[in-house]
């Protein structure tokens, strides 16, 4: 059973940041999601299994950094200038194969998110 745990999430205000983290009980293609109630879960950052390839959504491209630990079992998302449009429950979710997807329905397993609160 692969298990994925985040943490981190919290309140902050607009421009601060926070650190967001994703234990995982093997080495996946990574994916952080976030999600706002009534609306679709979109898709935030990935990471390429292998060769640590990242691609970014263009609402956080240059504040975000989606990174994981030498061991591969710890995903992070370093989220820097924080806007209160952030604010959203933050998933992550792992990817059996060696390339992320943007597509949520991609992803084999799922954390139980961590909720990101970005007052102004």
């Known amino acids: 059973q692969v298990q994925l745990t985040e943490s981190g999430g919290g309140l902050v205000q607009a421009g601060e940041s926070l650190r967001l983290s994703c234990e995982v009980s093997?080495?996946?293609?990574m994916g952080w999601f976030r999600q706002v109630p009534g609306k679709e879960r979109d898709i935030v950052a990935t990471?390429?299994?292998?060769?640590?390839?990242?691609w970014y959504a263009a609402a956080v491209k240059g504040r975000f950094t989606i990174s994981r630990n030498n061991a591969g079992n710890t995903i992070y998302l370093q989220m820097n200038q924080l806007k209160s449009e952030d604010t959203a429950v933050y998933f992550c979710?792992?990817?059996?194969?060696?390339?992320?997807?943007?597509?949520?329905?991609?992803?084999?397993?799922w954390g139980q998110g961590t909720q990101v609160t970005v007052s102004s």
């Open positions: 979710a792992a990817r059996i194969h060696k390339v992320a997807n943007i597509n949520q329905h991609a992803y084999d397993y």
């Open positions: 093997g080495r996946y293609s």
């Open positions: 990471i390429n299994r292998d060769d640590g390839t990242t």
